[in-house]
């Protein structure tokens, strides 16, 4: 670093810097070539997506501070259906966090791959057709769990209650933004 602490030319700092934005302009260019999607991380277990969402199977399940029936249990999820992000594995556990954030370590037998997702908003309209303008079926209110079912880029079809409609993905949580589902 020069007298200022500023990075000067030929630093260590900025040597990796420029290895690093070669790389990913190499890795831009060869996904360009090929037409590859862009890379995302997945699970050494089971080589799923991380993070991904998964939903309760069960009525209750402890959430531990670490991935074993050694660590403590910090508190515990009681409601089936709960839709929950997968942000790491380790052996049959799993790190979850909910829509507020809490999380902790979960086994994988309390988890289902069957995606719910959960509708925030005062009042969330169901509508019969993915537009803004579309015919309302149904209200629900935050906090409901629904069935997720295909999603656009912008709405999803869920099933709560019975009801099924459509919803603006900004009313729900356990969806990602890009996802498509058919």
């Given at each position: ?55 309760m199977k069960a009525s209750e399940a402890n959430v531990r501070r670490g991935p074993s029936l050694n660590h403590r249990i910090d508190w515990v ?24 954030g809490a999380g902790g370590w979960v086994h994988y037998s309390l988890l289902s ?70």
């Open positions: 670093m020069g007298e200022t602490g500023e990075i000067t030319p030929g630093t260590k700092v900025e040597q990796r810097y420029v290895m690093r934005h070669l790389a990913g302009v190499f890795l831009v260019f060869l996904m360009g070539l090929t037409g590859a999607a862009v890379a995302q991380d997945v699970g050494r277990v089971t080589n799923l997506p991380i993070p991904r969402y998964v939903s999820f009681h409601r089936r259906n709960t839709p929950l992000q997968v942000t790491a594995e380790y052996g049959h556990w799993r790190r979850v966090r909910d829509v507020d791959g069957v995606r719910h997702v959960l509708l925030r908003g005062e009042k969330v309209a169901l509508l019969r057709d993915p537009q803004s303008d579309g015919q309302e079926i149904a209200y629900a209110e935050d906090g409901v769990i629904a069935k997720l079912g295909k999603c656009g880029l912008l709405w999803c079809k869920v099933n709560a209650d019975r009801q099924s409609g459509w919803v603006h993905k900004e009313n729900l949580w356990g969806v990602e933004a890009n996802e498509v589902r058919n």
